[in-house]
């Protein structure tokens, strides 16, 4: 399994802004779809965004579309998801993963189709 290092949580005020980082370590980063799910208090584990391999492809949730962005810089190992406008209902745990086993003609948002997880980080955004 890849090792996923995340990094660039904290408090944000509502309105504002973050950027998450995760970064890979290995050779075979530029290989993996990768995704960001979050878990907030008293809840599930939910789909936020994914992104293809080569980042040509990227998809996200409807409760974040439009204010946030994921890409990757392959070059670097790093997967980013920057934010804006940020609300207290985007306060939760952060967590980046890594799809390695399989082919995807679609952008899974299925958490098990994903096979290793950073350790997350958590986004607290005041009101």
């Known amino acids: 399994q890849v090792q996923l290092v995340q990094s660039g949580g904290g408090l944000v005020q509502g309105g504002g802004s973050l950027r998450l980082s995760c970064a890979a370590s290995g050779r075979g980063f530029r290989n993996y779809y990768m995704g960001w799910f979050r878990r907030a208090p008293g809840k599930e584990r939910e789909f936020v965004a994914a992104i293809n391999n080569s980042g040509s492809r990227k998809t996200y949730a409807d409760s974040v579309k439009g204010r946030c962005s994921i890409s990757r810089e392959n070059s670097k190992n790093i997967l980013y998801l920057q934010m804006s406008n940020l609300k207290p209902d985007d306060t939760a745990v952060y967590y980046c993963?890594?799809?390695?086993?399989?082919?995807?003609?679609?952008?899974?948002?299925?958490?098990?189709?994903?096979?290793?997880w950073g350790q997350g980080t958590q986004v607290t955004v005041s009101s």
């Open positions: 993963a890594a799809a390695e086993g399989q082919y995807y003609s679609f952008l899974p948002e299925d958490p098990t189709d994903y096979d290793s």
